[in-house]
């Protein structure tokens, strides 16, 4: 069965870079597409962009453009997502999540979410 | 980004039925298709519907989806208690290149 499965809580300074991963398994990696949700403490879902895990291919909601890069390694089946300059509006839960078969920027299956916490 | 509009609860009985409603722009609910999740609590959303009215294999089809013009509406029927959670609708944004969501409607069966 598809499992998507992410790495732990993290606590970080203002100003420095977290990394993210997400690991998969259940089906065939490389045939979808990887996508990064976040959402703030009672905030709604906010997209951060995503990867053709396929050919690496990537794309960013301007609103983090130059702050997040997203890399995958096929030969792990797992997506990395790394934000840099953090500050405390970064708080939030992050979600790696598949793209549905069919397209359509919908998303079937979801990681448990990682904790990011940007305190000082 | 773009905002989808959603009403911020709603609330129905065991066993009745009810609507949340999603609005949106030309620029996303009206040229792409709209997708809805829940979402309880400390967990991560949950996929209910997508391409405006389809349902992933295991979900009931208490859940319904329907769009019209650059608005699109959840149906779920037969509530139950296991129904509460927070709802949201997501799509494509076309101008802006995002996927844009609303901001979640909180159901209460009460």
């Known amino acids: 069965q598809v499992q998507v499965v992410q790495s732990g809580a993290e606590v970080k300074k203002p100003g420095a870079s977290v990394k993210v991963s997400c690991k998969a398994s259940?089906?065939?990696?490389?045939?979808?597409?990887m996508h990064w949700v976040r959402q703030a403490p009672g905030q709604r879902l906010e997209w951060m962009g995503w990867?053709?895990?396929?050919?690496?291919?990537?794309m960013y909601s301007q609103k983090f453009q130059g702050r997040v890069t997203v890399i995958r390694d096929t030969s792990a089946s797992a997506a990395y997502m790394e934000l840099s300059s953090l500050r405390s509006e970064d708080t939030a839960v992050y979600y790696c999540?598949?793209?549905?078969?069919?397209?359509?920027?919908?998303?079937?299956?979801w990681g448990q979410g990682t904790l990011v916490t940007v305190s000082s | 980004q773009s905002v989808l509009t959603q009403p911020p609860s709603v609330s129905a009985a065991p066993g009745q039925k009810v609507t949340i409603s999603c609005s949106g722009t030309?620029?996303?609910?009206?040229?792409?298709?709209v997708s809805w999740y829940h979402q309880l609590p400390g967990t991560a959303p949950k996929l209910l519907i997508y391409?405006?009215?389809k349902r992933p294999s295991g979900i009931p089809d208490r859940f319904s989806g329907s769009k019209s013009g650059t608005s699109a509406t959840l149906g779920i029927t037969g509530l139950q208690t296991g129904d509460e959670a927070d709802y949201y609708c997501?799509?494509?944004?076309?101008?802006?290149?995002?996927?844009?969501f609303g901001g979640g409607t909180k159901l209460t069966v009460l």
């Open positions: 999540a598949r793209e549905g078969p069919a397209g359509g920027y919908y998303f079937d299956y």
């Open positions: 259940g089906y065939t990696f490389t045939g979808y597409a």
């Open positions: 990867i053709n895990a396929g050919n690496g291919d990537t």
């Open positions: 030309s620029s996303n609910i009206g040229n792409n298709y």
């Open positions: 391409d405006n009215n």
């Open positions: 997501g799509t494509w944004d076309s101008s802006l290149s995002v996927v844009v």
